[in-house]
Nanobody
Framework: QLQLVESGGGWVQPGGSLRLSCAAS????????IGWFRQVPGKEREGVSC????????YYVDSAKGRFTISRDNAKNTVYLQIDSLKPEDTAVYYC??????????????????????WGQGTQVTVSS
């Protein structure tokens, strides 16, 4: 199974920023679609942002548009999620996941977390004053 490790979470005040990292080991990220998801207790896991294997296509959930930026550095085998203007409602455990490219639109893939097979362990993001 693909191994992914998230880092960069923590506590931040509203309006602050964080950069989450998703690093892969034992495999190369180049050929995979990577997604960032988040989950709070009692709620379903939500696809926040996804990026195609080439990096040429991205998707953001409406609540993330304008504040989240997903990027990938295949040379470093890492995908990033820059989160700016953080809000208390962004508080969640953030997970990255990998899936093989398909013909389905990125939006469709990102909205179906149950279809992804390789997940990291998650990193907690807490936004409060």
């Amino acid at each position: 199974q693909l191994q992914l490790v998230e880092s960069g979470g923590g506590w931040v005040q509203p309006g602050g920023s964080l950069r989450l990292s998703c690093a892969a080991s034992r495999f190369t990220l180049d050929y995979y679609v990577i997604g960032w998801f988040r989950q709070v207790p009692g709620k379903e896991r939500e696809g926040v942002s996804c990026i195609s294997s080439s990096g040429g296509s991205t998707y953001y959930v409406d609540s993330a548009k304008g504040r989240f930026t997903i990027s990938r550095d295949n040379a470093k085998n890492t995908v990033y999620l820059q989160i700016d203007s953080l809000k208390p409602e962004d508080t969640a455990v953030y997970y990255c996941a990998a899936t093989t490219s398909s013909r389905a639109p990125l939006q469709t893939i990102c909205r179906a977390p149950a279809s992804w097979r390789s997940w990291g362990q998650g990193t907690q993001v807490t936004v409060s004053s």
